[in-house]
């Protein structure tokens, strides 16, 4: 498999920069501290067992990034400071050109993979001559075997985040299939798989395929936009606010100082 980890974290502060600039309406800047503040979100990131949470932001257009993505990049950026914690993610919305080997559902699968890969070091002779051709050749059925059979291989002490951002971008007609059966294969993970694993799936309007395999009491309705605030300044203590509340949250998910909590 060719694909770099590099690329997913460079993914980033692409869209910070493009989130946090002068552009993002304060509207939208009101819709991510209303998922940052909500409590769905606090018990998915902090609570010590696998759990999944679907966000829809209920946003009009066809913006490549939202507020939900922001708020996802800054996750990622201070998970990155928990202590034995495996983070991977994937923003749909910067993966949408066709003829792009990154585009798609098989490229994002992949690129879960090769984040797994750079974070711990796993037991591969499973993988045999067959295997390679068929990865090599994007299986889908393989790749996402080879996905699950490294997430088993991860210890319960150690916490792994999957944080997936606008999936709706691929529920059209010719991807929503492939989508789908990606996410239903991590979704089994979390219902059966002995890991900790806590899946983040986010829309910035409303998924229409994939949220069918997610439990109604695991998606969240955000509130509709508030229009008339939408051509607002830009707030530039957002990012500040933000940064706060995670500190907030990850006081609450110190894992290492509670006893046995994942034995």
């Not at 990155?80 to 914690?85: I, K, L, M, Q």
């Not at 409303?206 to 949220?211: D, F, H, L, P, T």
Request: aromatic content about 6%; proline content about 5%; hydrophobic content about 40%.
């Amino acid at each position: 498999m060719s694909t770099s980890p590099q690329a997913a974290q460079e993914d980033i502060p692409i869209v910070l920069k493009e989130g946090l600039g002068p552009d993002f309406p304060t509207g939208y800047q009101e819709h991510a501290h209303r998922f940052l503040n909500s409590s769905e979100l606090q018990a998915w990131l902090t609570v010590p067992y696998s759990g999944v949470l679907m966000v829809n932001g209920d946003l009009d257009g066809d913006q490549k990034l939202s507020p939900l993505s922001v708020v996802c990049a800054m996750l990622l950026e201070s998970l990155g400071s928990v202590d034995g914690a495996l983070s991977m993610n994937f923003f749909c919305g910067l993966h949408t050109q066709i003829g792009d080997p990154a585009t798609g559902p098989i490229a994002m699968i992949k690129s879960l993979i090769a984040q797994l890969l750079s974070q711990h070091d796993f037991d591969l002779d499973f993988i045999h001559l067959k295997d390679q051709q068929e990865l090599e050749a994007n299986d889908l059925d393989t790749v996402c075997d080879l996905f699950s059979r490294l997430i088993t291989q991860v210890p319960q002490s150690t916490p792994i985040f999957c944080i997936v951002d606008g999936i709706s971008y691929y529920e059209t007609s010719s991807q929503r299939s492939a989508a789908c059966f990606v996410m239903s294969k991590i979704l089994e993970l979390i219902d059966e798989a002995d890991v900790v694993l806590k899946l983040l799936i986010t829309a910035p309007g409303k998924s229409a395929y994939v949220k069918e395999g997610v439990r109604k009491r695991d998606i969240l309705w955000l509130p509709e936009l508030d229009h008339a605030d939408s051509g607002s300044p830009h707030n530039r203590h957002l990012r500040e606010a933000t940064k706060l509340r995670i500190q907030e949250l990850q006081e609450q998910m110190d894992y290492d100082e509670q006893d046995d909590i994942f034995e």
